[in-house]
Nanobody
Framework: QVQLVESGGGLVQAGGSLRLSCAASGRTFSSYRMGWLRQAPGKEREFVAA????????VYADSVKGRFTISRDNGKNTVYLQMNSLIPEDTAVYYC????????????????WGQGTQVTVSS
């Protein structure tokens, strides 16, 4: 049984920081990339960042570049999303997901999803 469990969400003021964690269990993810995506109220789910398990190569959406950092701990099978300089527009449910192939922006390219964690940024 594959499981992805996110944690670390919460309420923060604009300009603040949060670190999200995604613990993976149940299978070996070394051949996958891991992504963070988010869904704001009334909006479609969108790509935020991704990382390869093996080499740690990262990709970011333009909207978070320079503010968010994705990283992973292979020994703990955990992926992190460090979010700095948060703005109200970052308010969303954040999901981690295992990316199999194709574009990071294509939601159908993700094979496994976590349950999501809420991030709320107040102005």
């Amino acid at each position: 049984q594959v499981q992805l469990v996110e944690s670390g969400g919460g309420l923060v003021q604009a300009g603040g920081s949060l670190r999200l964690s995604c613990a993976a269990s149940g299978r070996t993810f070394s051949s996958y990339r891991m992504g963070w995506l988010r869904q704001a109220p009334g909006k479609e789910r969108e790509f935020v960042a991704a990382i390869t398990w093996s080499l740690g190569i990262t990709v970011y959406a333009d909207s978070v570049k320079g503010r968010f950092t994705i990283s992973r701990d292979n020994g703990k099978n955990t992926v992190y999303l460090q979010m700095n300089s948060l703005i109200p527009e970052d308010t969303a449910v954040y999901y981690c997901a295992a990316h199999a192939s194709g574009s990071y922006y294509d939601l159908s390219s993700y094979s496994c999803w976590g349950q999501g964690t809420q991030v709320t940024v107040s102005s």
